[in-house]
């Protein structure tokens, strides 16, 4: 009889890397994947708290499952990363006893005991978590097979390879920290075995992970770094594309540049967030850099590598945050004119240093007008930008299809639709640009580059 599993995933890149090894495991216990939790025998919940409206969803969801549950006590319901967090929690368990297993982020291990009968969750001994948790980080041969990275049958283009685990930083406002534990890097061999794995199954770019990703091997002394990563990835055959987030101002050093500038695999994309245009935030949050220090990074950035899009992350609604203060962060990316922006609303989450000794005071209203006032400057930013490279030749990797059109993205990143009546899935073209909006461009096929 055919067993089947459903993920649900929610959050950042990490979660649904996590998602993927995850579901690598049950298709090697026999499961097969299907589109529904009603129609599952295993459903997963692979969670995100890094802001409220995301747990509210998590919420929801659970609550979803329980009738489905007390309709069916066979199904097996599994609750995984950063809503369970890295410690046991007596209370969730309480509050959801629909669930039959938790999962730490990054950690398949405690379902597989369950499904294959090893023990619970709740059962496991904290020594052997700490066992199953390494096993886990360091990546072991087990976590090798990629093949249900699609999770509808073919192989994707694109995939994302976790090369850091977890944060030791402890920016005042970030909980994940506490909820995905201290700064861990993966050996360099365990990293490339899994991209030449990817590779074989007909992979063409990856996207390397971390929290601070640019931090990769400071927790064993700093060599090898990304640096080294990157030059190792770039001997790949067959790989056609690396890129790597998120970076943080304070490590993205010249060796990295350098690697991004010299080597034609390494996309010129890079993510670099400033979260606020204020030197007195910026230190509330404990960022660690000032609103100068992070001008200097983007005008050197441009000088190292003239054709990278940079991306950043912004917060508005900080706790304190004056209108000057908040004029500041406009200012910055006014000057900047950034290639793309990731605006987000603060949400205090618990146990933080800034919900635990700042407080939350500024309105949601005012949030909502300093966030809308940014994402109109950005759209208006990007769309001048983006209206720039009309009638200008760019190399597409196909991706797939959506609404009838081949999509895919430039080296910097930015979306592109095509029409063309071959199988374009997973071949390099040239495209030239005739339309371009705020957040895609369109164009027509030139030719093929890499089939």
């Given at each position: 009889m055919k067993k089947t599993y459903h993920i649900w995933t929610i959050g950042c890149q990490m979660n649904v890397a996590d998602s993927n090894h995850v579901a690598s495991q049950l298709d090697a216990l026999g499961y097969e994947p299907v589109s529904t939790p009603e129609e599952a025998d295993v459903?997963?919940?692979?969670?995100?708290?890094?802001?409220?409206?995301?747990?509210?969803?998590?919420?929801?969801?659970?609550?979803?499952?329980?009738?489905?549950?007390?309709?069916?006590?066979?199904?097996?319901?599994?609750?995984?990363?950063?809503?369970?967090?890295?410690?046991?929690?007596?209370?969730?368990?309480?509050?959801?006893?629909?669930?039959?297993?938790?999962?730490?982020?990054?950690?398949p291990a405690p379902l597989i005991h369950y499904l294959t009968g090893n023990g619970h969750t709740e059962d496991m001994r904290e020594e052997d978590r700490r066992r199953t948790a390494e096993r886990w980080q360091l990546q072991d041969r087990l976590t090798q097979s990629m093949r249900h990275l699609a999770l509808h049958g073919e192989t994707p283009v694109t995939a994302y390879v976790p090369i850091v685990y977890g944060c030791s930083f402890a920016c005042t406002y970030c909980i994940i920290p506490l909820r995905r534990g201290k700064e861990r890097s993966r050996p360099l061999e365990s990293i490339v075995e899994e991209v030449q794995d990817l590779v074989r199954q007909g992979v063409r770019e990856v996207t390397l992970?971390?929290?601070?990703?640019?931090?990769?091997?400071?927790?064993?002394?700093?060599?090898?770094?990304?640096?080294?990563?990157?030059?190792?990835?770039?001997?790949?055959?067959?790989?056609?594309?690396?890129?790597?987030?998120?970076?943080?101002?304070?490590?993205?050093?010249?060796?990295?540049?350098?690697?991004?500038?010299?080597?034609?695999?390494v996309m010129p994309h890079i993510e670099v967030p400033i979260q606020a245009g204020d030197d007195e935030i910026l230190a509330r949050m404990r960022r660690g850099y000032t609103?100068?220090?992070?001008?200097?990074?983007?005008?050197?950035?441009?000088?190292?590598?003239?054709?990278?899009?940079?991306?950043?992350?912004?917060?508005?609604?900080?706790?304190?945050?004056?209108?000057?203060?908040?004029?500041?962060?406009?200012?910055?990316?006014?000057?900047?004119?950034?290639?793309?922006?990731?605006?987000?609303?603060?949400?205090?989450?618990?146990?933080?240093?800034?919900?635990?000794?700042?407080?939350?005071?500024?309105?949601?209203?005012?949030?909502?007008?300093?966030?809308?006032?940014?994402?109109?400057?950005?759209?208006?930013?990007?769309?001048?930008?983006?209206?720039?490279?009309?009638?200008?030749?760019?190399?597409?990797?196909?991706?797939?299809?959506?609404?009838?059109?081949?999509?895919?993205?430039?080296?910097?990143?930015?979306?592109?639709?095509?029409?063309?009546?071959?199988?374009?899935?997973?071949?390099?073209?040239?495209?030239?640009?005739?339309?371009a909006g705020p957040y895609s461009l369109r164009g027509r096929v030139q030719g093929i580059i890499q089939k």
């Open positions: 459903i997963v919940l692979n969670t995100c708290v890094v802001r409220q409206s995301a747990e509210n969803k998590v919420i929801g969801k659970l609550g979803a499952l329980k009738p489905l549950k007390q309709r069916d006590p066979n199904k097996t319901i599994a609750l995984m990363g950063c809503f369970v967090g890295i410690r046991p929690n007596p209370k969730l368990q309480e509050r959801y006893p629909w669930v039959d297993v938790f999962l730490p982020p990054s950690e992970l971390g929290q601070i990703v640019d931090r990769y091997g400071y927790d064993w002394g700093g060599r090898p770094d990304l640096a080294d990563l990157l030059y190792a990835l770039h001997d790949i055959e067959d790989l056609w594309r690396i890129r790597f987030l998120t970076s943080h101002p304070n490590f993205l050093n010249d060796r990295i540049l350098n690697a991004v500038a010299d080597l034609p695999k609103v100068a220090d992070y001008y200097h990074l983007v005008h050197h950035i441009r000088e190292r590598v003239p054709d990278a899009a940079i991306h950043t992350d912004i917060i508005v609604g900080f706790p304190g945050e004056t209108e000057e203060q908040f004029m500041g962060t406009y200012k910055v990316l006014e000057d900047l004119r950034l290639d793309k922006a990731h605006i987000a609303r603060y949400s205090p989450r618990p146990g933080t240093v800034s919900a635990r000794t700042m407080p939350d005071n500024v309105p949601d209203e005012e949030k909502r007008r300093r966030h809308r006032l940014l994402e109109e400057l950005q759209e208006r930013i990007q769309r001048e930008k983006n209206q720039a490279l009309v009638g200008t030749r760019v190399d597409v990797l196909i991706e797939g299809q959506r609404k009838g059109k081949w999509e895919g993205r430039t080296p910097q990143n930015k979306i592109v639709f095509v029409e063309h009546p071959d199988n374009l899935r997973g071949k390099l073209v040239q495209v030239e640009i005739t339309w």
